[in-house]
């Protein structure tokens, strides 16, 4: 399996608090991704990583923001949270440019919950 | 618009027949396909994948089918057993736009139930 980890695991908190999820790796990859999973909607991305400090949007990117300050570590924010943020996360990495395939391995996932 | 759709919510296989999963695309900038399977409170694991020069790759009990001009891959898993129970993702991307971005888009997903 890949080395991903993803903090913490479970959460609840409340409406319009400030929520971080955490993103580790020990694969070295360059491109790192944050998707949430929702009934009827399939892994949908949030934002991805193409190298440290570099980041852009995917296709559900409102509500949330990222950090890449080292290449292990990948952060997904919620500023305020709201009862619509309420998922699965995942975080998943893929070596990217380079590499013979686009494969993308996942973490566990985080559920988050908000009330 | 989704760009890939998995048609079936849902499908139900004795033990020992074959499951044939099914996934359409829309975007013909698509050249590499995966399959993925996911349990229950588990990230998705990837499971095969196909390069669009290619029209079938296996591996053990896992064949997917490519149909280019149908623009159709399917999931073949021959015998099927209680433990491939599980909802398998549909994903591809468009290596040769050149992007540099490396996304995956994602069907819906289908959940796979094997009757003992």
């Known amino acids: 399996d890949a080395g991903i980890t993803q903090s913490p695991r479970h959460k609840v908190t409340e409406t319009g608090t400030p929520v971080t999820l955490r993103c580790h790796q020990t694969?070295?990859?360059?491109?790192m991704y944050w998707y949430r999973q929702d009934p009827g909607h399939g892994l949908r991305l949030i934002h991805y990583?193409?190298?440290?400090?570099?980041?852009d949007k995917g296709e559900v990117s409102d509500g949330y923001s990222v950090s890449r300050s080292k290449t292990e570590d990948f952060l997904l924010t919620l500023e305020s949270a709201t009862s619509s943020q309420t998922s699965v996360y995942f975080c998943?990495?893929?070596?990217?440019?380079?590499?013979?395939?686009?494969?993308?391995?996942f973490g566990p996932g985080t559920r988050l919950t908000v009330l | 618009d989704q760009q890939v759709k998995q048609n079936s919510p849902s499908l139900s296989v004795q033990e020992g027949r074959i499951s044939i999963l099914n996934c359409d695309y829309t975007n013909s900038m698509f050249d590499y396909f995966l399959w993925y399977k996911k349990y229950p409170a588990e990230g998705p694991t990837f499971l095969i994948s196909?390069?669009?020069?290619?029209d079938k790759n296996e591996d053990g009990r896992f064949t997917v089918f490519l149909n280019k001009s149908a623009k159709h891959l399917s999931l073949h898993i021959v015998p099927s057993q209680p433990g491939d129970s599980a909802v398998y993702f549909c994903?591809?991307?468009?290596?040769?736009?050149?992007?540099?971005?490396?996304?995956?888009?994602f069907g819906k997903g289908t959940k796979l139930s094997v009757i003992p």
């Open positions: 694969e070295n990859h360059r491109y």
């Open positions: 196909i390069s669009s020069i290619k």
């Open positions: 994903a591809a991307s468009a290596r040769a736009s050149g992007a540099g971005s490396y996304q995956l888009t």
């Open positions: 998943a990495i893929s070596e990217g440019e380079g590499s013979l395939s686009d494969t993308q391995y």
């Open positions: 990583s193409y190298g440290v400090k570099d980041t």
